[in-house]
């Protein structure tokens, strides 16, 4: 993959202020969580939306009326399912004109889920691999990035899970041929929801040099 044209996904986003730092960085994806579980749960709509990147609404086995309500509400482009939500449900998304992307929780350890992404081939836009947690993301951790060898799908997938400003290196020398970008989250923020800015345009920097 060309890294200059990597997507670069912010996910876990709530303040106004950091929201408007963040959409000046040439970030594509801005995500949004909307389960309670969560410590960057976002209950009501921040002053600023971003106005340059796309609004990515994130839910966990959410009543499919509170996420289109929520798509309403909040504009958003595209919704990142991540619970066991069903492949029927990603099809209504699409249905009513909402990019999709599932999230794939892999266990450290363990083989890559196979079947279970497969039930989802032609119902996403996107696959979203991420480190299994009991909350459902934002952990911090990493998984074994090299068992994203026996992803044989169609489906190009964002790469997640615990990645941080050190991974630079790494991330450029990362290669699949349906790998699009990754997500960024808990490792570049200053306290949940609030994004180190600095720290996002340093790496975004390192990982788009040509």
Known sequence: MNKTGMIIKVCGMREAENICAVDQLRVDWMGFIFYPGSSRFVKEVPSYLPRKAKRVGVFVNEEPSVIFERARQFGLDMIQLHGNE?????????????????????????????????????????????????????????????????YKGETSFLLSGGISPEDGEAIK??????????????????????KDVSLLEEFIKNIRQV
């Open 86 to 150: 069903s492949p029927s449900l990603c099809q209504a998304l699409f249905d009513n004109n909402l990019e999709v992307i599932k999230a794939f929780s892999i266990e450290p350890g363990k083989p890559f889920p196979k079947e279970m992404v497969e039930r989802y081939e032609g119902y996403c836009d996107y696959f979203l691999f991420d480190t299994q947690t009991v909350l459902h993301g934002g952990s911090g951790r990493k998984f074994d990035w090299q068992v994203l060898a026996d």
């Open 173 to 194: 020398a990362f290669t699949h041929s349906r790998w699009k970008g990754v997500d960024l989250n808990s490792r570049f923020e200053s306290s949940p929801a609030i």
